[in-house]
């Protein structure tokens, strides 16, 4: 059985999924790489899915499917996956050398002991084009370092940070027990990868290493904000299963809950940000009714969104309060670089 599957969904990606493949190589005969073609047409993404399975038959396996959509990719690769672990690579992204060499020393450790852990987490990299100063997303507040640790030992949640799916390497079986199903031809799904396990996640493993290079540059990634505006029916898609998914952990307690309600205050929070910032007539109403939508589903998760600093900010009521807010997102834009 390999050590680690990862799963690279590629969609006309053959501009960059070979520097892509190529930083994931060096991980030899422990790893398996799935390159997931999701119906490209537009350029050469299958025969470069089939050259680099032909070139590494044990490690690398080409899956062509009709375009499902990332999330559809996504599912494809957890149903094929062999190895013990499990992780998302996006195409345009990369793995740094360093770190996957001290991340796979990690997991081959875990196969010595009488339980997997159920999550490594390691640090994401911003390569945001153009920025002289990466911004790297740690998270040495919030866990303790280089042991299993369960939520009991949770230090703090600090108000902007959550695990992104790029620090993400999940144990293969719990996805599958979790039924982690993702939605097709929908973006934004990575939020419910990095949400839905946590129901049943117990064992976690921090690493402080800065494995993953979240490529952000180009005008039409979904991450770009004039993007995710015009896509916003597909945030709020993913927004509501989040809701309705919370409804069934509500026998959750502790740090566990506590987390996952956090998560989702600011995917609620990011979803109002985008609607405010459409400037739309119909949005302040579509805003209204999501977090109706959370009152009535869990009351007690309701409060705590609702009454969060950025439940506040994007709640802020009449047009004043909307230019206030305006202006606060400008300065977390300027200061935390998103979008």
Known sequence: MKLLTVTIPCYNSA???????????PGGEEVEILIVDDGSVKDNTAEIA???????????????????????????GIANAEGLYFKVVDS???????????????????????ELPDLLLSNYVYEKEGAKHKKVMRYPEMFPKNKVFGWNELKRIPASKYVLMHSMIVRTQLLRDVNLELPEHTFYVDNLFAFVPFSMIQTMYYLDVDLYRYYIGRPDQSVHESVM?????????????????MHSCRNLKGKQRRYMIHYLSIIMAVSSAMLIRSGKPEAL????????MLKKSDIRAYRICRYSATGIAVNLHGKGGRMTFQGLYKIAQKLFGFN
Request: glycine share 4%; hydrophobic share 35%; charged share 30%.
């Open 15 to 25: 501009a960059y999924m070979r520097n892509c493949i190529e930083s994931l190589l």
């Open 50 to 76: 089939d050259e680099y399975q032909e070139k590494y038959p044990t490690i690398v396996k080409a899956i062509h499917q009709p375009n499902k959509g990332h999330g559809g990719a996504v599912n494809t």
């Open 92 to 114: 345009d992204d990369w793995v740094d050398q360093e770190a996957y060499q001290a991340v796979l020393d990690t997991l081959r450790s875990f196969t010595k002991e009488p």
């Open 229 to 245: 505006i015009s896509r916003i029916e597909q945030q709020l898609k993913v927004n509501r299963l989040m809701i309705r998914y």
């Open 285 to 292: 109403e579509q805003k209204a009714k999501l977090w109706e």
